[in-house]
Nanobody
Framework: QVQLAESGGGLVQPGGSLRLSCVAS????????MSWYRQAPGKERELVAA????????YYADSVKGRFTISRDNAENTVYLQMNNLKSEDTAAYYC?????????WGKGTLVTVSS
């Protein structure tokens, strides 16, 4: 079955960096677009970044453009989210996502806290 496992979250000061990882299994990773979402306390889950399967073209939410970079390693079945110049408003649980056969699959999430 599809499994997504995020890691790399933690506490970081404003202006700092983190790299999130999501290891996928249970499907042919290289054939699917992958996405990162986040959900802050009291807010709806929002799309942060996405990366296509074949072309690896990318999409970023305006709020993270220029600061976050999504990438993938198809040999390792892993998608990454490099987050630089973190701000307090980036504090959220971050989730990896894949849509397969019309169904959304989610990991359990990794918590990112940006605070001094």
């Amino acid at each position: 079955q599809v499994q997504l496992a995020e890691s790399g979250g933690g506490l970081v000061q404003p202006g700092g960096s983190l790299r999130l990882s999501c290891v996928a299994s249970g499907f042919t990773f290289s054939m699917y677009a992958m996405s990162w979402y986040r959900q802050a306390p009291g807010k709806e889950r929002e799309l942060v970044a996405a990366i296509a399967s074949v072309t690896s073209s990318t999409y970023y939410a305006d709020s993270v453009k220029g600061r976050f970079t999504i990438s993938r390693d198809n040999a390792e079945n892993t998608v990454y989210l490099q987050m630089n110049n973190l701000k307090s408003e980036d504090t959220a649980a971050y989730y990896c996502n894949v849509v397969r056969d019309g169904k959304n699959y989610w990991g359990k999430g990794t918590l990112v806290t940006v605070s001094s």
